[in-house]
């Protein structure tokens, strides 16, 4: 049972930062991309960030230049670091990754609040 688990949610004011980490857990041989959505209340899902196992990162427009995806291949985690945080970037934030157990497979943590205030 592979589960993903996200952690570093929170209430922030406009302006500040917070981090976000996800960690993937199991009978895990290989992981590939992993990504960061988030989803707003009324709004679709939509990606935030996504980042190869060789480390190319790719950003939605909206969080360039503000926020930054890592991993550890080592041990299976995606981070976000997230600056300059806009009450815009309020959603509930969920990791994804490519995961390799007894086959390929798309795995989703449960989601993190983040709220910024204005």
């Known amino acids: 049972q592979v589960q993903l688990v996200e952690s570093g949610g929170g209430l922030v004011q406009a302006g500040g930062s917070l981090g976000l980490s996800c960690a993937a857990s199991?009978?895990?041989?290989?992981?590939?991309?992993m990504a960061w959505y988030r989803q707003a209340p009324g709004k679709q899902r939509e990606m935030v960030a996504r980042?190869?196992?060789?480390?190319?990162?790719n950003y939605a427009d909206s969080v360039k230049g503000r926020f930054t995806i890592s991993r550890d291949n080592a041990k299976n985690v995606v981070y976000l670091q997230m600056n300059s945080l806009k009450p815009e970037d309020t959603a509930v934030y969920y990791c994804n990754a490519e995961v390799w157990s007894s086959g390929w497979a798309l795995r989703w943590g449960q989601g993190t609040q983040v709220t910024v205030s204005s």
């Open positions: 199991g009978s895990i041989f290989s992981t590939n991309a």
């Open positions: 980042i190869t196992r060789g480390g190319t990162a």
